[in-house]
């Protein structure tokens, strides 16, 4: 991320409220998580001190956590997913619980590091799904800045494209294909794919990708 003076710099683990309400609203948020953390923790049955060295985090961070006290990154999240054998999702539980739907005003997702983020490349993750068989991700992918090296992403399920702005050349697998605004790309998220060549600045898409959550 790229600031108005020209500094480069990683976006902050919760830029914004995710929901796009109050700094209330995000505090609640916070002390959600925290108890769905406990609460896995507890069920368990471990310390503090054995979570923190499974997951790599400071015991110090993981009881600010616990207390609802800082906003945990995505990166700090999956780690104590996977040291606690839950999916993320699990850990928003408690605050989706209360809600039928989640609405996110413009400008105003999930600001997050994926693997490959780097300055100028921007994701946003718009909502997710707690509960139910099916997992689905939309992000809102922003790229500004010309690059040598792309990250080439593989996982689970199926990812759907839908382009916004500007023109870019996508893999998958050993195909690539030049998308422009209106354009489309469906495919099997298993095989190799990602932005190839960024042919028109600034490149801005639609990805949504579901997967089973027990795969």
Do not use: W
Not at 5 to 18: I, S, V
Not at 45 to 71: D, P
Not at 146 to 158: N, R, W
């Amino acid at each position: 991320m790229t600031d108005k003076h020209g500094d480069t710099r990683a976006p902050p683990a919760l830029e914004q409220d995710p929901h796009g309400v109050s700094d209330a609203e995000g505090r609640r948020l916070e002390r959600s998580i925290g108890r769905e953390v406990r609460a896995c923790r507890e069920k368990l049955g471990i310390t503090i001190s054995e979570l923190a060295k499974a997951s790599r985090i400071s015991a110090g961070m993981l009881s600010k956590i616990e207390n609802g006290q800082t906003s945990p990154s995505l990166s700090t999240l999956q780690a104590l997913a996977r040291a606690l054998n839950v999916p993320v999702t699990a850990l928003f539980k408690g605050f989706d619980e209360e809600r039928d739907a989640v609405h996110v005003k413009a400008g105003q997702g999930l600001t997050i590091e994926r693997r490959g983020t780097r300055a100028g490349h921007q994701y946003q993750l718009l909502g997710h799904t707690p509960n139910g068989p099916l997992v689905v991700e939309p992000y809102l992918i922003k790229l500004t800045e010309k690059s040598d090296v792309f990250p080439i992403f593989q996982h689970a399920g199926l990812e759907f494209i839908y382009m916004l702005e500007g023109e870019v050349v996508y893999r998958h697998g050993a195909q690539t294909y030049t998308l422009r605004p209106g354009d489309s790309l469906y495919f099997d998220a298993d095989a190799p794919h990602g932005p190839e060549e960024l042919k028109q600045l600034p490149i801005t898409f639609l990805s949504v990708i579901t997967y089973n959550r027990h795969s």
